[in-house]
Each structure stands twice: as C-alpha cells, then as structure tokens.
C-alpha cells in the first residue's frame, strides 16, 4: 500500500469505495447479493415476497452446512469431496431405518458411517498424509459402493421420512423456516469454534503455513482427525436436513451438491490453499448461488445455455471478488 | 541402483501388477483369451485418453476437473457434425475437434493466468460451462460416426508374418491408442516445453527464476490436456457410434490412475507410461470382480479401497525415505 499512496491527501472516491471494500470483505458479497434479487424483482415483479425469501432459505441451508464443511478443510489447505456421500447415505439410511426405528435412532445410525468416513479421512490425510483430494474422493467412492449394497439388503422396505425431519427441512412456523433452528445453532458453532476457540486459531495456523505450525509444538494429526470427523458429522447433519426438504430417498441425493458447495465457499472469499477466509462469507456465498439458480430458472433459457451462464458468473464473481480482498 | 528402482519401480511394480492380474484373470477363467484382451482394451481406450489428459496437467502442478465435461463435448461435436455426413467430410471432422479441445484447454489456462483463481476452481467453473455447451449441442444422446472411424477400435490388426494366434492379441484399440499418445507426447516430454512442464510443476518459483516463461507454459499444458480429451471424447463416439451430452465418470477415473501410475498431485514428477498402465490395472480388477461374480457395486468399493491403499502405502513409503 506504502508504494501506491497518492500526492493528495484525500483519495479518489473510487479508491476509497476500494479500500472500504477490502477492509470489509462482505460489503461487497452483500451488495452482490441484493443486486441479484432486484435484478429477480425487476425480471419477474413480486416474485420476491416472503414465501419466496423462505423458500431460498430453506434451501441455501443444506448447501451452507455443506459449504460450512467446505470452509473449515479448505481453511487448512484441504478440500473434503466426501460430503455429497456422507450426506446422501446419512439420508437414506434415516429413511430406510425410519421404518422400523424410532427418529432418533434412525438418526444415530445414520450418523454412523458419517463419522467412519470422517474417522478414515483423517487418518488417511493426518498420520499417511494423503493429498486430501484423493483420499475424500477414495472415500466418498467407498461409501457409495455400500449404500449401493446396503440398498439391496433394504429393498422391500420402503422408506420413510422421519416426520420430525419433514418438519424441520420443510416446515414454516410464522413465515419462517424451521430448518433455522437448526442452522443457527450450526452456523453460531462454526463461527465460534473458527473465530474463539484455539481449534479455530490451529486451523488458520495449519493452513497459512504447516511447518511453521509443526515447529511451534501442533500436533498436526490430531488437528485434521478431529477437523474431518467434525466435517463428515456436519456433512450428515445437512443430508438428514437434505431428506427432510427432499422427502424422497435417492442414492445421489446430495451429489449434486459438492461441487456448489466449493464453490459456495470459494465465493464467500475462503481460499482454496489454505489459511484465509471465514464461515460468514460461505453462508451468503451459498445465498448467492441459490439466488443466481432460481435467476436462471426464471429466465426460461435452454439447461445447456443455464449451466453456461453458472459457470461463467461463479469465474466472474470470484476473479472479481478476489481483486477486490488481495488489493489491500 | 536403489535410485533406479525408485524412479522407475513404480512403473515396473505396476506391469508386474498387470501380469498377474492377467494370469489371475487366466485362472478365474480359463476361458479368457485374446478377444476378451481386445474388448478390454477397447473399453480402456476413452479412460486412458481422460488419464493423459489429467496427466499432462497434473505434472505441471495443476489440476483439471473439466476433463470428463470436455469429452463429453468434444464426442457431441463430433457425432453431430458427422450425422447424416458424407465419410469424407469425416476427415475434416477429426482435426476440426481435435482443435476444439486444444483451443478450450488454452482457454481454461489462460483463465487461470488472467483471473489469478486457483485452476480448481477455474476448471470446476467450465465444467459447468463445457457440460452446458454439450447439452446445447445434443439434447440428447445422438449424432453418428462414420464407418470407417467405428472400424479404427474394432478387431485386431492384421501382421504379416505372424500366425494369427499373436496378431489376435494386438488389437487395433491399443494400437491406435500407442500411436495417439506416442505421437504428442513423445516428442513433448523431449521439448523444451516438457522439461519447462516438469520445472513448473516441481517448483513455479525457481522455474520462473530460472527463466521459465511459466505463464505460458502453464497454458499449453491446459491446451494438451484440452487436446488429449479431445482425443478421448473422439474415441468415446468411435465406439459407441453416437455422443452423450451428459460426461461420463472418467474426471474420478482419471485422478484415480494418475495417483496410482505414481504421478505426484503436487507436480513435477511422474511420466505418462504408469498412469496408462494403471488404468488397464483398474479395468482388469473390474472385469475379474465380474467374472468372479461379485456384485458389481462391490466392485466400486473394491475399487475406492485399492486407489486409498495404494496412495496411502505410497505416503507411507515416501515418509520412510525421508526420515532416515
């Protein structure tokens, strides 16, 4: 910055809306984000209104909690692609249970192979070291092969969707999503765990620079076993969420989720290698993108042209976005 | 000597492999013979192409999550320019995609450079873009290829002087595919380029002080992956006849052989001869586990271990070489 001051004191007004900008990272994720819906509005007037405001929220959830999963690995430098699995057998699992079991046991076995995967990445990735690319993709392609045979030992059964968990992915108490009350005290957990605690501090510590978070006495393992088991539990948690939005039970029902949940994080300004970034820009990064889908669905255009223009506006919005962090 | 055999080891570790995947194939099924060889190089042939295409990249430090999208678009472009066409046109057709796909890999590199976003995420965005841009193609699966395209994959190749019981083992898949590969690659990794690929990979930095033009070099590493997918996308029409917009499962396939031809994710190390051979390992494990008839979604299982496995012994071995 020393190098770039300028003979006046008073810098240009774009300037400063720059520097403002990069002093708060959100504002302009924020900003992007209203931009989006007036643009919806001004497309499709009253569209926006509050039944559809809850409905992008009870659906940019799952994606957030996913994306939240996101955050944290890639804060250390890694990137979990098993959450779409952990979350799709989570959610099978309670549906196929369901119908013999009570909800929360249902719920506790489904929460079982969540934190196997979770225990088996961080082994994989902490104590071999593993480039954890591979090893989340190994494991996610691990767990789809047995929910494809747990599937055929449960075939007859049918299935059903605890109607608590219906109630919660898909209910409305006064206007609002209930799947808030489970969001709130999710997101409250990430924001506090990575913000004000010294898990939090060794995650950034990890992710800017291991060797140096080696030297000063990390024990480095047991901060990724404990991260992707945290992940993996969190992943399951958002499938059991998924379900309850969902209702119907499906062996890729939270695939088509991973990839958007990265880029959910990356928008929200969280780098991909490591040390950099935060949960409060994933949350509105995963609103962004849940916006910009019902943009294009509204927009009546071809599938093909749609994925075009997704792909296109999320390369746009992160080169943008990260001009915007990196000029400081 | 121990240097040599940690060079070249992999390598060699993963032919024996073959070997005796071969010969336990043999055993399970006495009855496997040369046509059963040649099928399965065949249904190796649009995966091996989606692994080099992955290679390339991943030894110049990068990765390319649109490899399986761009095959898919490229096999779209193909099957739909070539319907209803003369066998002639289909001459054209060829090197008509095979520029496609070295142009859209340039593209993908050049958007890594010019935006500064990781390669991730930028090749995770024109997955999207290239996956949409084959749904606009083709609807659906469709298009068609000439005949004498469709004959390039089929059969074995005829060589005089040999009985027929040793041609039968040379089908004209592996052939072509030999020869596809050879030819680029080859003449690539001899280059001045390929050594800049193997010294960005290794390290952006001193590549770049050592007078590397990296940018560049990171570029034409994306348009040879472009071209390689290409190439794989050409196949994937060859042998079926038609061209699916939807990709196929060749992006988890192709991280999968890299990691296991002993190409390292963090660049710089590795050749295009292991990653090849483990696709055929892949494939072959695939056949037995059918032939033993084990539930084909066990087999996926089987498969996830063998990649976490084999990758983790990797680590594990590359610890013990470092500590003493």
């Known amino acids: ?328 | 000597m121990t240097r040599f055999l940690r060079r070249r080891g992999w390598v060699a570790g993963l032919f024996i492999l073959f070997a005796l995947l071969l010969v336990a194939t043999k055993i399970i099924q006495p009855g496997y013979g040369a046509g059963d060889f040649v099928s399965l190089s065949r249904a190796v042939l649009p995966y091996a192409f989606a692994v080099a295409a992955q290679t390339v990249v991943v030894i110049a430090g990068g990765i390319d999550l649109s490899v399986a999208a761009m095959m898919a678009l490229t096999s779209v472009t193909a099957a739909a320019m070539m319907n209803g066409a003369s066998p002639s046109y289909a001459l054209f057709v060829v090197p008509f995609v095979l520029a496609l796909g070295f142009v859209l890999g340039a593209v993908n590199g050049i958007l890594i450079i010019v935006t500064r976003v990781p390669d991730i995420v930028v090749t995770l965005a024109m997955l999207f873009v290239l996956q949409g841009a084959a749904l606009l193609v083709l609807s659906a699966p469709g298009g068609s290829a000439a005949e004498w395209l469709k004959a390039l994959v089929v059969g074995t190749v005829p060589l005089p002087l040999l009985p027929d019981a040793v041609t039968a083992w040379f089908p004209k898949a592996l052939l072509l595919l030999v020869v596809c590969l050879g030819i680029v690659w080859i003449p690539l990794k001899h280059s001045k380029l390929g050594l800049s690929l193997y010294a960005i990979g290794s390290s952006e930095l001193a590549a770049f002080r050592s007078g590397v033009p990296v940018a560049r070099t990171r570029i034409l590493a994306y348009a040879f992956s472009g071209l390689f997918a290409a190439m794989g996308g050409l196949t994937l029409t060859m042998s079926t006849g038609i061209g699916a917009p939807i990709p196929g499962p060749y992006l988890l396939a192709s991280v999968a052989a890299v990691v296991l031809g002993g190409v390292t994710l963090g660049g710089g190390r590795g050749g295009l001869v292991g990653p090849i051979v483990a696709v055929f390992v892949l494939r072959l494990v695939r056949t037995d586990l059918t032939l033993m008839a084990v539930d084909p979604n066990v087999t996926t299982i089987v498969e996830g271990v063998i990649m976490v496995v084999v990758v983790m012994l990797g680590a594990f071995l590359a610890m013990k070489g470092r500590s003493p």
Not at chain 1, 94 to 121: E, S, Y
Not at chain 1, 155 to 178: D, M, Q, R
Not at chain 1, 241 to 254: F, H, M, R
């Open chain 1, 1 to 328: 910055m020393s190098n770039t001051v300028l003979p006046d004191s008073s810098p240009l007004p774009g300037r400063r809306l720059k520097r403002l900008m990069s002093d708060y990272p959100l504002v302009p994720l924020i900003l992007l984000l209203v931009l989006l819906v007036a643009v919806l509005q001004a497309m499709r007037p009253g569209i926006v209104n509050p039944a559809w405001i809850a409905t992008t929220i009870k659906f940019a959830i799952p994606l957030a909690i996913l994306a939240g999963c996101q955050t944290m690995v890639m804060l250390t430098g890694g990137i979990d692609l098993s959450v779409g699995t952990v979350a799709t057998m989570a959610a099978f699992i309670v549906a196929t249970q369901g119908v013999h079991h009570d909800p929360g046991v249902a719920i506790a076995i489904a929460l079982v192979p969540a934190l196997l995967i979770g225990l088996f990445n961080g082994i994989g990735i902490g104590v071999f070291r593993v480039h954890p690319l591979i090893m989340t993709l190994g494991t996610g392609l691990i767990g789809t092969g047995f929910l494809q045979v747990y599937q055929r030992t449960v075939i007859s059964t049918g299935t059903a969707v605890p109607p608590s968990l219906a109630w919660l992915g898909t209910g409305l108490s006064y206007g609002v999503p209930n799947a808030l009350l489970l969001f709130v005290p999710v997101a409250a957990f990430i924001l506090f765990l990575l913000n004000r605690t010294g898990f939090g501090r060794l995650l950034y510590a990890v992710g800017d620079n291991e060797h140096a978070a080696r030297l000063s006495g990390v024990r480095y393992w047991q901060v990724i076993l404990t991260l992707y088991v945290l992940s993996a539990l969190l992943a399951g948690i958002a499938g059991l969420l998924y379900i309850g939005l969902i209702k119907s039970a499906s062996l890729s029902l939270a695939e088509p989720l991973v990839l958007p949940s990265v880029a959910a994080a990356v928008i929200g300004g969280t780098s991909i290698f490591g040390g950099r970034g935060g949960y409060t820009g994933t949350i509105i990064g995963a609103l962004i993108l849940r916006v910009l889908i019902t943009l294009l669905t509204v927009m009546q255009i071809a599938e093909g042209a749609r994925q075009i223009l997704f792909g296109l506006i999320v390369l746009l919005v992160t080169a943008a976005y990260l001009r915007i962090i990196e000029d400081r």
